[in-house]
């Protein structure tokens, strides 16, 4: 092939990051190495030529939901706002091997979201619509149709909850996640950003109203403006400056099977069963769950979880019925009462916020840096992140995805 | 060919002949064989290639640890591991390389068992058997688990034991918190099985756990350390003992502690020819006797040659790089190794419990165990390092004469060496988690159990660092793989999740109604007759209600009985619009919000007394609304005297709705009082209806004069029965949900979930004449907020496409008149007969505003204009409903 | 409640039956599955005083249990302990005549509420020395007789749906109350779960 030079192998890099000691003090200190601290650093060195960022990571980078996430890309979201990041970040996604000299090996095999009632159909219908209105690639596809894309589907009307159709974003698919936090560390390192590992902040460094740095594991270290990127945790640090968060943390818990041959061939969610399902270039199955109702900040969930998801996925694929799980794990998500994210400035100075992303991350990554990046940069948020601010939940401006969200919260 | 059978010993069967193919070769075993031993026996070495690099692979290891011998087990395909597999006639099994083919169908369902015990033992070894003996003594429930099959009879004392349950071929795959084991009982395919017999999936709450789980035993990386007939020590012993198969015919033993000695001596006793013991340590601990046997200490295994299988190995001392170049090369088909051992303890790392290298030991382990668990036997010596386990000198990395790590194996399944290790050290990495993820160790399907450790060790060799500083990578459940179809257990099919019906469901079904599902509830969606189509039969059943009279059954709304001196406060609180005001005998249509002021739910409120209310909500609300409202009554309002009480499925109930409502409602209660005054518009009357004893609501949500009738439910039958035989000559209809939805639409009436999606206020509905201005209730506070105020909101209006047959998809997006986005979108959408034309109803930005006006919808692509006009387009006066 | 039941000869219980007398649903070797349709129960709610405890117990001829999850027991009449404030009184003859007495007597604090719950749920009994292991395949109790004796009752899950469940009487066999519309749902698990059971 011509024309596209072939992304580099992770494998074959001389050199992913340095392994740097802090420095007393940055013009940016990002807190939480996973892809969205990562890609926030990124785009502060290479959007706006701050490259005087460390990021801090408490254990070690793309560790926390990064690493144990699905793994799904997709920008099939039903309000104009979400639509617009989203979308913005899958056309990042798209260019994003190029941009990084880096294979996070997409795939857009496409995103299927299966229909299971009359209620679900108009809703699913709903959404394709709205996606059509923003300029998003979606389709629906009635059982037939959807049984010719995914030949092991079950589509008989005779289990409990039939397929009655689905939406399919053809651009969706998967990236590896490992990779994707690999990419954006490499490329942030390369231009000069401190990625400082084993390093927890414990507390913050003001003076009055203002953020001068925080407080770590491995001394004091000085900022001219702190982002938070901690996911779960981010209302804890928030809370040792007296601001609560409207973030609620859940276990969300996923598996993945043995190594079968390949199978699948797109990624299929229901919401109304609670499942969601792909099969990896190595040949196993990684599924999703349904969140954890309690609250908990602990990475396991209640094993109950897995049961029902494994009877719904093999009510949906009954080939999977011998298929064996080999590890399951659970993953922190922070959920916002609109189910969207909080992308801006806190109320103290030189502090800003990243958080709130629930079943969303993985996917928002680039864009959620992108636009991170120019909020910390600039002191104003982008047009993209303008609509979830903070102060939302007071004007009442709320961006309610919980419907469109992969799973039900 | 180097395995064979002795002659004589092993707990096998040998009177008992068992004949399978592999790979379609026809071989012969004996009862009690695995396919791992009965493939030694007949000395086949290779069993599999490897996944990445195509290298002839052999059998390692004799339990669950076993990373290469990977077999799908015909007919079905069931991945499995040779080590696992009992051998019974007739069994066919391939080899696999890694991957598995895509296994059959199997639509055998399992079991999920509920077990509660004093103790449970994990591991019936030696010291399994004690610690179950002991438990049974001190009395109490105690369960055994076993992960293979039996090793033989059960001593005396646990035979007959009461409370006392053994379970082999169940192998314990998590410890969740509260000491609750899950473990799989494997029946189906095991040996003598009833082919009925489903699997079981067992959850045992237990005070006390005992690991008896032993230890695994850990090769050693060195180069080409991965050629068939490169054993793990331990398992060539237990094939010896427990087969009676020897795994080769001239051995060496290359060793890093005292354990392998043992195997050295009986391999030599069986008639293997072993040729020498190779102990990295220059001083051999004091257990370490070798029998005869001569002993390289100080030396160390730097090589192998072979074709298909091992031919020779090389060796070096340990110290001296001089000698490097003359390694002593030894003729072998058989390298028996152990690095050491590691303790099976990933049940304990579940619920958090952190391993951590114990130098005396030479292992990860814990000094301290959780709280209600015991470790005993190999898994306690091994992580305590005591006896044997106490002389080990670990060697994780013995370099090869050309300095390459290319061919030091450390994951066999996943193909991993050395040199991917220092690859990642080389690119940056120092997290374990990190090399693993990009060496892909330890996420193969025998879960890294001979890998995990080793990586560790020879990470810490390439960093320079020890093994104290490097944390083991996190274990994860299951601890041995598992079908799904065992953890999905007996919910399939219409037992997949509960099906609700209602009393009156048989005589639905005798009517050949379609259902739908609404939450976990059977509804009739319509009655479509012998050659009608769907849409036909709605058309037909909304004729019949807007002509004549229609009958459906509206049992399955929620129903909440509210009594106490507060009732009438409490309710107030919880609608929008005020009750306490409200005359016994009559009901009021409700609304209720969340805290953020967006519409929750709807229904009625009937007073039934001064101190009693009865409730309804949406069908799909039901249980959403009572622990709602018990939320708000237990926290924030303990104060107030009101018991609230589900009664949803106490009562059947049926609309009668239709211009000939009253006369068949007449019929079935003479008396009643049906007249208009006597019995107005939302009233409710006690009456016998049929000889049924019967709550009479004078309600409508089809804008027609309607009644809904409700009965104790188990009269539901009877009273739909009495309805359709009375109105017979009135030609009164059955109709179902669909026709229900059409008929209020055409009326502007909203569906919450249909019109609203939790980001919908009154207002937006043009309800706001329901918000009481006189009291507080629920979401009153978050209405003022500037967002929820605004113009240009998005407001129900109804929609007219031009052409009176184009239905326009409900979810249709309404477009702003440029750009991209969205202003709205159609909620609903029907034919209707009595408009004689097709409508919808939406929600649209500034809506209210702009009626009179028109607005695209996006239909299939296309722009649609739609006529803006109200939501109400059948009898906006009301007079039909109120007459 | 009764009187009228039968008068019409109209009433079919959630499993389709239409007698009083107690009809086999699933059996297997072991153990039967019987449903007791139409059993009156009253829920019944007050703040737990001891001394209206005793009046309503008396009046209502069976003992109203103080402590959570155990149930009093008069003949064939039982009041099993719901919540701190709620109690489920139900008896496979008659309740009516108390119920009507204590309604109509009158007498009791304000807040004390009863409701008619005869129909809302209907009453299985499980009996058979494989009773317990049957319920054990969907139910996450503990249910051996040193743990849950004669005298428990619980609410928990059986299969996927909320159950009632207590000791019938002193014997192996249990009552479990499963909501109307539930039941038939509940009865095929059962019936499923015995065809695994023998296996």
Known sequence: MSGRRQPLDPHLVERLWRTPAPKPAYDVVVVGAGGHGLSTAYYLAKNHGITNVAVLERGWLGGGNMGRNTTVVRSNYLWDQSAAIYEFSLKLWESLEDELDFDVLLSQRGVVALAHSTHDVREIKRRVSANHANGIDAEWLEPAELKRFVPIINISPEVRYPVLGGSLQRRGGIARHDHVAWGYAHAADRMGVDIIQNCEVTDFLRDGDRITGVQTTRGPIAAGNVALAAAGHTSTLADRLGIRLPIQSHPLQALVSELIEPFLDTVIMSNTVHVYVSQADKGELVMGAGIDAFNSYAQRGSFLIIERMLAAAIELFPIFSQVRVLRTWAGIVDVCPDASPIIGPLPLGNLYVNTGWGTGGFKATPASGWVYAHTIATGQPHELNAPFQLDRFRSGALVDEHGAAGVAH | ?883 | MVEQRFADGGAVSPLGNRTFDPVVVVAGPGVEVLEHSFTDQLDVRLDPEPAVLGALGDRLRVAIPAEPNRVGRDGRRLALWLAPDEWLVLDPDNLEDDVARLTMEGGWPPDVTFVDVSAHRTLLELRGRDARALLARGCPLDLDPRVFGPDHCAQTLLARVDVILFRLDGTDAFGVLVRASFARYLVAWLTDALEGFYA
């Open chain 2, 1 to 883: 060919m180097s395995g064979w059978r002795l002659a004589h010993g092993g707990l096998i069967d040998r009177s008992r002949p068992v004949f399978f193919t592999f790979d379609g070769r026809r071989l012969a075993g004996f009862s009690g064989d695995t396919v791992a031993s009965a493939l030694l026996a007949n000395g086949v070495d290779v069993v599999a290639r490897s996944i990445k690099l195509g290298r002839p692979r052999g059998i390692v290891a004799a339990g669950t640890e076993e990373p290469n011998a990977l077999i799908a087990v015909e007919p079905g395909l069931a991945l499995r591991r040779a080590t696992e597999v009992e051998l019974v006639d007739g069994l066919a099994v391939r080899s696999v390389s890694g991957r598995a083919p895509a296994p059959a169908i199997d639509e055998t369902p399992s079991e999920h068992v509920w077990h509660h015990a004093d103790v449970v033992v994990v591991g019936a070894g030696a010291a399994g058997l004690t610690a179950a003996q002991d438990a049974v003594a001190a009395g109490g429930r105690v369960v055994l688990l076993e992960g293979g099959h039996a090793a033989g009879p059960l001593p005396d004392g646990l035979v007959d034991a009461a409370d006392f349950v053994f379970l082999p071929r169940t192998v314990a795959v998590g410890r969740f918190d509260s000491n609750m084991i899950v473990a799989h009982e494997r029946r189906r395919g095991t040996p003598g099985a009833n082919t009925a017999a489903r699997d079981r999936l067992w959850h045992i709450r237990a005070r006390d756990v005992v690991l008896a789980t032993g230890a695994v035993e850990r090769p050693l990386v060195f180069a080409d350390n991965d050629r068939p007939g490169i054993m793990l020590a331990g398992s060539v012993g237990v094939y010896l003992q427990r087969y009676g198969v020897a795994a080769g015919r001239r051995a060496v033993v290359f060793t890093a502690n005292d354990s392998a000695y043992v195997v050295a001596r009986d391999l030599q006793a069986a008639g293997v020819d072993v040729v020498a013991i190779v102990d990295t340590r220059v001083r051999p601990g004091p257990t370490a006797d070798a029998g005869g046997i001569e002993v390289l200490s100080g030396h160390v295994v730097a090589g192998t040659t072979g074709d298909e299988g091992l031919a020779s190995v090389l060796i070096v001392p340990r110290d001296g790089d001089a000698d490097r170049a003359s390694p002593t090369v030894v003729e072998a088909d058989l390298l028996a190794v152990s690095g050491g051992w590691d303790p099976a303890l990933r049940l304990l790392a579940h619920t958090g419990a952190r391993l951590r290298y114990q130098p005396s030991a030479g292992t990860y382990g814990v000094t301290e165990v959780p709280p209600r668990v015991r470790i005993t036997g190999l898994a306690a010596d091994v992580n305590g390092g005591v006896g044997a386990f106490s002389t080990l000198d670990p060697v994780w990395l013995v370099p090869a004469p050309d300095g390459s790590l290319d061919r030091h194996f450390v994951d066999l399944q996943r193909d991993a060496t050395a040199a991917d290790i220092r690859r990642a050290v080389d690119a940056g990495m120092r997290s374990p988690e990190h090399v693993k993820r990009f060496t892909t160790i330890g996420t193969g399907n025998d879960q890294g159990r001979t890998s995990g450790t080793n990586e560790l060790g020879v990470l810490a060799a390439l960093l320079g660092t020890t093994l104290e500083q490097l944390g083991p990578t996190t274990f994860r459940t299951p601890l041995v793989p598992i079908p799904m179809r065992v953890l999905g257990g007996p919910y399939r099919g219409e037992l997949f999740d509960p099906v609700r019906t209602t009393p009156i469901h048989g005589s639905h079904v005798a009517a050949g109604a379609l259902f739908e599902n609404v939450g976990q509830w059977k509804r009739a969606w319509a009655y479509p007759r012998e050659g009608e189509s769907f849409d036909d039969a709605v058309l037909r059943e909304c004729r019949a209600v807007r002509e004549g009279v229609g009958i459906m059954d509206v049992s399955t709304l929620g129903k909440i009985d509210v009594q106490g001196p507060d009732a009438g406060a409490f309710v107030d609180r919880v609608y929008t619009n005020r009750f306490s005001t409200l005359k016994v005998g009559s009901s009021r249509y409700g609304l209720m919000l969340r805290a953020d002021g967006m519409v929750f739910d709807d229904g009625t409120a009937t007073r039934l007394a001064d101190d009693h209310f009865h409730l309804t909500t949406t069908t799909g609300g039901a249980a959403a609304v009572l622990d709602w409202l018990e939320e708000w009554l237990q926290t924030e309002w303990p104060d107030l005297r009101v018991r609230l009480t589900s009664v949803t499925d106490e009562w059947a109930g049926v609309a009668i709705a239709g211009p000939k409502s009253r006369e068949l409602l007449a019929r079935l209660a003479p008396n009643l009082d049906v007249s208009a005054e006597a019995f107005p518009f939302m009233t409710v009357r006690n009456e016998y209806l049929s000889e049924l004893p019967a709550r009479i609501f004078r309600i409508s949500f089809s804008g027609e004069l309607s009644y809904e009738v409700y009965v104790k439910s188990w009269y539901g039958r009877a009273l739909w029965d009495a309805i359709a035989a009375a109105g017979a000559d009135l030609d009164v209809t059955p109709y179902g949900t669909e026709a229900m939805h059409v008929l209020r639409a055409e009326k502007g009436y909203v569906i919450v979930g249909q019109e609203t999606d939790g980001t919908v206020t009154a207002a937006d509905l043009g309800l706001d004449w329901m918000l009481s201005k006189r009291k507080w209730f629920i979401g009153l506070g978050a209405l003022d907020r500037p967002h929820l105020t605004r113009p240009d909101r998005r407001q129900l209006v109804g929609l007219l496409p031009d052409d009176p047959d184009l239905h326009v998809p409900e979810g249709s997006a309404l477009l702003p008149s440029g750009g991209l986005g969205t202003a709205g979108n159609v909620t609903s959408s029907y034919r209707s007969a009595a408009l004689g034309r097709t409508f919808a109803l939406g929600l649209l930005a500034g809506g209210r505003a702009r009626i009179g006006s028109r607005v695209d919808a996006q239909v299939a692509g296309w722009r649609v204009p739609l006529d803006i006009v109200e939501p109400v387009l059948w009898d906006p006066q009301n007079e039909r409903r109120d007459g």
